[in-house]
């Protein structure tokens, strides 16, 4: 089989665009817990800590010189960043745990046994004549 028809038949699988959907919505997700972090969680805690804006945390390796831009590591940015994991890591797993425990739930249901065949309900009441015929003559 060439590469491009296994290629074709990869691509086309359901599971391929399932996990296309997938990283979609997961990174529009991922922008709204950026936005919940960054415009809703951090800003009480700066307050709460004095008035610190996370985003601007930085420690400064080089100062900045002429035209040279300062050499900084912004660790704010980077515990930001940590914050909305945490906080992704939580939402994907409470989803999970949801999903276990529906099914769980549905594997525990009883299965409700099918509904006896024609044939069955004929031999019920064959066996009921039989009986009834048997306690006449009795």
């Known amino acids: ?7 074709k038949e990869f691509a086309v699988k359901g599971n391929v ?4 959907v997938g990283i979609i ?3 529009a997700f991922g922008k709204i817990v950026s936005s919940l972090v960054g415009d809703v969680i951090m800003p009480p805690i700066g307050v709460i800590l004095g008035g ?3 985003s601007n945390l930085s420690l400064i390796v080089q100062e900045a010189v002429d035209k040279k831009p300062a050499v900084m590591i912004n660790y704010g940015k980077f515990l930001q960043t940590l914050i909305d994991f945490i906080i992704i890591a939580f939402a994907i797993f409470m989803a999970i745990k949801a999903m276990n425990t529906l099914k ?3 594997a525990e249901a009883p299965a409700t046994p099918p509904p006896p065949s024609n044939q069955e309900i004929l031999l019920g009441e064959i066996r009921d004549l039989l009986k009834d015929k048997k306690t006449i003559n009795g």
């Open 1 to 7: 089989m060439s590469m491009l028809k296994e290629f």
């Open 104 to 106: 769980k739930k549905e």
């Open 52 to 54: 610190v804006d996370f």
């Open 25 to 27: 919505i997961g990174a």
């Open 17 to 20: 665009i399932d996990m296309a």
